[in-house]
Nanobody, 125 residues
Framework: VQLQASGGGLVQAGGSLRLSCTAS????????VGWFRQAPGNEREFVAA????????YYADSVKGRFTISRDNAKLTYFLQMNSLKPEDTAVYYC???????????????????WGQGTLVTVSS
């Protein structure tokens, strides 16, 4: 599976962006996909995830109510809709995928086998 993240850019605080994660591979719809981010000088952190089995979603507390993860199975694409953006959301955002991740590991980056290249989101104050 190869992942391609896109959609980053510069936005003012309070604005919105939608990130996309497109994958190759016909079985991508059976993968759990997560979004992670890493700000300069910070460790990578979990943002959101969507399990393929049942479609349940999970969010970091810092983005709950503002970010929404979704998917388009036909297009093999996952989205991260980011609303009410804050300067502290500035980071490189990565999508990751795994076919057999367990629920307790869904927020752990090292549990995902496949990663996209990252897309930069900059939120100005």
């Amino acid at each position: 599976v190869q992942l391609q993240a896109s959609g980053g850019g510069l936005v003012q605080a309070g604005g919105s962006l939608r990130l996309s994660c497109t994958a190759s591979g016909r079985t991508f719809s059976t993968y759990t996909v997560g979004w992670f981010r890493q700000a300069p000088g910070n460790e990578r952190e979990f943002v959101a995830a969507l399990r393929w089995n049942g479609g349940r979603t999970y969010y970091a507390d810092s983005v709950k109510g503002r970010f929404t993860i979704s998917r388009d199975n036909a297009k093999l694409t996952y989205f991260l809709q980011m609303n009410s953006l804050k300067p502290e959301d500035t980071a490189v955002y990565y999508c990751a995928a795994d076919r057999s991740i367990i629920l307790s590991d869904i927020g752990r980056g090292d549990a995902y086998d496949y990663w996209g290249q990252g897309t930069l989101v900059t939120v100005s104050s």
